[in-house]
């Protein structure tokens, strides 16, 4: 037997492996009439309460759930629910225009229970451990301490030599495919009706495009957009055999000692992506020297030459929290503000801080709210000490 009859035979051993851990997850997933159970169902559905209960549909839908569960599962499982009309509204994050496309609850009730027993159990043993948005036990802080942990272990083998590629997905949610969302779920759905149900919910969401782009606000388009990027992931990690990378939904960072491979991994990483026809927004893709400061999901991070690592907070949101607490001064003393609400917000700016190496802007941020209110809380004090005397 040759190299290559031997090298095929262990690719066809991986393989045949792979597909059967592949059909051991959908047997456990089961069928339609199991992944959506009436207690799974029933389940998900006190769980899409949590948080809105001062709403009046949520308020209805859960008065109504035991009758309501029941026909909704009995419409998933005759295939003749189809889902209503999402409400679309805008949101402006820090300058971002984010439009939100938001189901009604009772499509969320299907649509999480569809994520918890279909695509979370399908979709997470493809993904790398780099890949930390939307998991549970997972998050953005998840996310900047294994960067911290990676820039420690290139340290001890290479110094603060090579660099970091900064790489960011051009309009993720907005210019998903639905051709590649349809192949994988051919690829890893194996029930026909379970996969048929994950295709509608593609189908049938609120966008712009024809056959392209997943909304916000919906759940099943989130576990789908952490997914879709896992073929170029495993090829990163995989075959490139990079270990500093990983990424936050569309943001990546890659490190390597070799400024001239990461340039040549660059490039290929750009093909592949655009391959399965996601852009990738190259006025935002930089390389920075690891003997420069670099900023990972408005994070700063710092390699200092003894191998210590900062983490700095996003510098505008210190800017942003200046100029409300001036702004608030004045309309506290015209009567609209309270120095309640004043103490609030300044603690919440505080907390997001402490999550960093920022103590000096914290003593900033305290130091001008006392200039600012000292003095008015200190005649506070003493009016409710008179007041009670």
């Known amino acids: 037997m040759t190299s290559e009859e031997r090298r095929e035979a262990r690719y066809k051993r991986r393989r045949a492996r792979r597909q059967a ?35 009046q549909s949520t308020q209805n839908f859960e008065l109504h759930l035991f009758s309501g569960t029941a026909a909704r599962r009995r419409q998933v499982l005759d295939g003749t629910w189809k889902p209503k009309k999402c409400s679309h509204f805008i949101l402006k994050e820090r300058g971002k225009i984010r439009p939100i496309d938001a189901p009604h609850i009772t499509d969320r009730q299907i649509h999480k229970t ?10 997470t ?41 900064l790489l960011d997905l051009k309009k993720f949610f907005p210019s998903a495919p639905h051709a590649t969302i349809y192949q994988r779920h051919q690829r890893l759905i194996l029930d026909p009706s379970l996969r048929g149900l994950a295709d509608s ?12 782009g997943m909304p916000l606000g919906v759940e099943p388009s989130q576990q789908e957009m952490v997914a879709l990027p896992s073929a170029v992931d495993n090829f990163i990690k995989c075959q490139a055999g990079v270990h500093v990378a990983g990424h936050y939904m569309d943001d990546y960072y890659i490190v390597l000692p070799d400024v001239e491979e ?21 006025r935002k893709c930089k390389i920075i020297p690891l003997t420069k400061p670099f900023r ?27 100029r409300k607490l001036k702004l608030f001064r004045k309309e506290v003393d015209a ?8 103490e609030q917000y300044k603690e919440s700016q ?40």
């Open 21 to 55: 851990r592949l059909q051991a997850r959908n047997a456990a997933i089961g069928t339609l009439e199991e992944a959506f159970s009436y207690r799974a169902m029933f389940y998900y559905g006190k769980k899409c309460c949590n948080g809105v209960r001062w709403k």
């Open 114 to 123: 569809e994520c918890n027993n279909i695509l979370i159990p399908l979709y």
């Open 125 to 165: 043993p493809h993904m790398i451990y780099d890949n930390g948005a939307s998991r549970r036990g997972m998050g953005l802080h998840f996310a900047y301490h294994r960067l911290e942990q990676q820039l420690h272990w290139h340290f001890r083998r290479y110094g603060r030599a090579g660099a970091v590629l």
């Open 201 to 212: 919910i593609v189908a049938s969401s609120p966008c712009p495009t024809p056959g392209r």
């Open 262 to 282: 990461l340039k040549k991994l660059g490039r290929e990483i750009v093909k592949r992506f655009e391959a399965i026809g996601v852009p990738v927004n190259k």
């Open 296 to 322: 990972f999901c408005k994070a700063r991070f710092t390699l200092t030459e003894s191998g210590a690592i900062k983490i700095n907070g996003s510098r505008d949101g210190m800017k942003r929290a200046r």
């Open 335 to 342: 009567g609209t503000r309270t120095l309640a609400y004043v």
């Open 350 to 389: 505080s907390a997001y801080y402490r999550n960093f190496d920022d103590h000096g802007r914290l003593l900033r941020l305290r130091r001008l709210e006392y200039a600012l209110f000292g003095g008015l809380k200190c005649s506070e004090l003493s009016k409710t000490a008179a007041a009670s005397a």
